[in-house]
């Protein structure tokens, strides 16, 4: 069973704020989602058989230098950037 | 009560690749911030992670040095956090399926420290914290690592220091990692709990997190073991926390409460296959290995008869042990090759730096042609003493110091005819033998060598000038 003290915690662990009225609600829906989980995790099939599924192994990278982005195209999606880094703000 | 310190290490290395576990991105150490980066290091979406192989290969060496088993499967999971370090508010690790199985590191007292295993993960991006705000690099992330996870069976800080210096002489002698603590390819989590001295059950432990220098952990160990003790003396209790070590106080303070595994929320990453190590590619890699430092100095003992002490310093660096075993070649002493490494060499190269690099001015070759002189009688000891010292200042062979006339020994007529001139040319040291003076026989034996150019026999020549003063 999710509790309200399970999404209050997954919400922490998220950095997420959740306004107490809302609580309820998303418990509901947690539950809800977990319950569909559970639905697919009861179907007749090994968890060996979805552990790897295109029976693909030893897909490797061979270890040799390729040219990096340019520091503009990095930080391109960067909220908030400065002196060449991703920028983040203390909000508290 | 006595208490008895109980430690475990996670240590963090950083493999030397060229290239970052999932992407080619360079893993040079600096450069201009975010310089080193690509969509996957920065974990931009719809980008797919693909395994550097060499990563799976030093991993793989890694664990024959320490004696661990090679897993037939091993996997990627992601390990869920949320913290600016990680673009992707995951870190690509292993937890269900790591590389490497158990192996050890035995300690000088015959202990072995047992490992529970050893996985390869991707290091984080590197945080500056300045007004207030984060600016994030992330140069580093995705810079490959092993952690390696020893079982708690550290028992002292003496151990803990040896644990982490044999580890790194051993990750160091394998090339895969430079393990530098201070440029933190090297990094050490400690964990540490006190017991009652006999009690078989383990305290409550804590974490110190990110020692980067083998001092500040003997240091933090020694605060940390107080301050458990102290508490349960004074009937408190010690909570399991993370902990920061700060270097000016010399003390712990508490980092955050600590996350619980399955905070993590661990789970299979489905963008990495499988990895199968084959066992021909580990009987390759096993048959690639260097003579580890640990057999080699059992070696050199059992082999040469070099003392312990000595056999440890000749396996401390490994370019040290491959410039004794050229330098032997062929040897009737390697004992005395041994000497003139641990004694005249080492004086020219002091630094521990300069020991790993160990660029001597003298090549093996040449310390080996010297040995043979000595070994062949045509040279004494003092003579390749001060040969070996001029090949030192000039870097040139033995042969550009020593002249054929210099070689052979000194016949019994000769070395009569120079103790009887260091004995009358001498007055006033023969009178201060007389008198009791024992010393005064040196500066007699010291003239016969300056007259032979080192070639005559001290020790003959020593029973020789006692004869003639005595008689």
Redesign the interface.
Known sequence: MVTREDVENIALLSKLFVPEEELDGLTKSMQEIIDFADAINNAPASAEGFDNINNLSNVFREDEVVPSYPVAEILKNAPEQAEDHFLVRNRE | MNYELVSGFETHIELS???KIF????TQFGG????????VC?G?PGTLP???????RFAVKAGLAVHGKIAEVA?MDRK???Y?DLAKAYQISQLYAPLIIGGYIELSNGRKIRLHHIHIEEDAGKL?HQH???????NRGGVPLIEIVSEPDIRSIDEAKEYVEKLQQVMRWVGISDCKMQEGSMRCDVNISVRPAGSEAFGTRTEIKNMNSITNIARAMAYEYERQVDLLESGGKVIQETLRFDDASGTTSPMRSKEDAH?YRYF?DPD?????VPRDEVERLRAEMPELPAEKRERYEAEYGIPEKDAALLTKYRRISEYFDKAIEGVKSPKTVSNFIIGQIFRRVETEADKEIFDVAVTPERLNELVRLLDSGKIRNNLAKSTLEKMLDTGKGALDFISESDMGGVDDSALLALCQAAVAGNPKAVEDFKSGKEKAIKALVGNVMKNSRGKADAVAAEAKIKELILS
Do not use: A, F, Q
């Open positions: 690749t060229k290239t992407c080619g991105c360079t201009e911030p975010n310089s080193h980066c690509c969509p920065i931009l693909v395994l550097n192989k060499e990563v799976v996997k869920n956090y949320c600016p500056i207030g705000d984060t600016y994030v690099d992330y905070d299979r990495l296959v499988t990895i199968n």
